[in-house]
């Protein structure tokens, strides 16, 4: 006999408000801070009443100093707390890059683990919202080369919230990247109260035979549709949602290449050193005598994210991810 489990409809952003505020009823050394996440509940209004709810000692408005946020976090979390630390776009995230890279993903190694540094960094990213090039960045790609340092990207309203719940109460650093495209694009059943979705696994959301599509955050709608553009022509894509980008879940990476032999890559950040090229390289580790044609890239430009008249060009769309998918197939 199964128990009924109590739901709402929620946005992936009021879904990641829910996380937070789950993780703080039941840890009072869980906390947030960031510019604007108290009184003005955060550009994106994600940390919206929980100030109220909770205090100014627990949601902490911080001056604009990016590493200065990051370093107290660091801090914080080597000391007994479990700090929420909210960028207000990745882009903003550069002048923290020296205490993530030589601090927060190392202090485990560098004190043998007698310390660890159990912090989460939230940060809205990626285009197709009309906000200027630096508040665009797709730059995901800077961290998932940083041992020590959990990347993740959640796509729909339910993954978020589990996601988050499991990175606040992972021991390690997470990067927890919220795309903005999808923050009120959509709306799900989301439960009540706790449950985590797990780091470190990959989701199927559509079985194929003929080509398997790896994609994650804005891009996952991208690809559905052309998924079933492509069904109508006859081919049946193996669409796999990444969800971690580091670890990436190279069993399902691998089963799924096995059993398509032909594989499209798709992500909104530039070709060029962006995730698309670990993943070949960890096709061509485990399956290289597998496949049947040349892998394809769908991406951004090798260039920063033009302005608003652009920027729809600049993204992967439907249709150049429907090209890829029929040139994988010639083969």
């Given amino acids: 006999m199964t128990t009924a489990v109590d739901t709402k409809k929620l946005t992936m952003v009021q879904a990641v408000t829910d996380g937070m505020r789950v993780m703080m009823k039941e840890h009072e050394n869980v906390i947030v801070l960031g510019e ?7 550009v994106f209004r994600a940390t919206d009443g929980l100030v109220a709810e909770f205090g100014e000692n627990r949601v902490i408005d911080t001056p604009l100093a990016e590493s200065g946020i990051i370093g107290t976090s660091i801090g914080l ?32 190694a560098r004190t043998l683990g007698h310390f660890t540094v159990p912090m989460v960094i939230r940060a809205p990213f990626g285009a197709g919202v009309r906000a200027p090039e630096i508040h665009s960045d797709s730059v995901e790609a800077l961290f998932t080369g940083m041992p020590g340092m959990k990347v993740v990207v959640p796509s729909n309203p339910y993954d978020a919230k ?19 495209r999808c923050y009120r694009s959509t709306k799900m059943d989301v439960p009540d109260g706790k449950y985590n979705v797990p780091l470190g696994k990959a989701a199927r959301l559509q079985e194929g035979d003929d080509v398997t599509i790896f994609a994650y955050g ?72 597998y496949m049947k044609a040349p892998i394809e890239r769908v991406t951004g430009f090798d260039t920063p994210v033009p302005m608003f008249a652009l920027e729809d060009h600049y993204l992967p769309s439907a249709d150049r991810v429907v090209q890829a998918i029929e040139k994988v197939t010639q083969f």
């Fill in 36 to 42: 604007d996440v108290g009184q003005n509940g955060g």
């Fill in 77 to 108: 979390a080597m000391n007994g707390f479990k700090p929420i630390a909210e960028m207000q776009f990745l882009g903003f995230i550069y002048p923290a890059f020296n205490q993530i890279m030589t601090h927060a993903s190392r202090i485990r």
């Fill in 162 to 180: 589990g996601m988050l719940v499991s990175a606040i109460e992972d021991p390690d650093p997470v990067l927890f990247l919220e795309p903005m």
């Fill in 218 to 289: 804005a891009m996952i709608e991208v690809v559905m549709k052309a998924a079933k553009t492509a069904e109508e022509k006859g081919i049946k894509c193996d669409v796999i949602d990444l969800r971690t980008l580091y670890p990436l879940d190279k069993e399902m990476i691998a089963e799924s290449v096995q059993k398509t032999g032909r594989a499209v890559i798709v992500h909104e950040a530039p070709g060029t050193g962006g995730l698309g090229e670990t993943i070949i390289s960890l096709i061509n580790d485990t399956s290289f005598l």
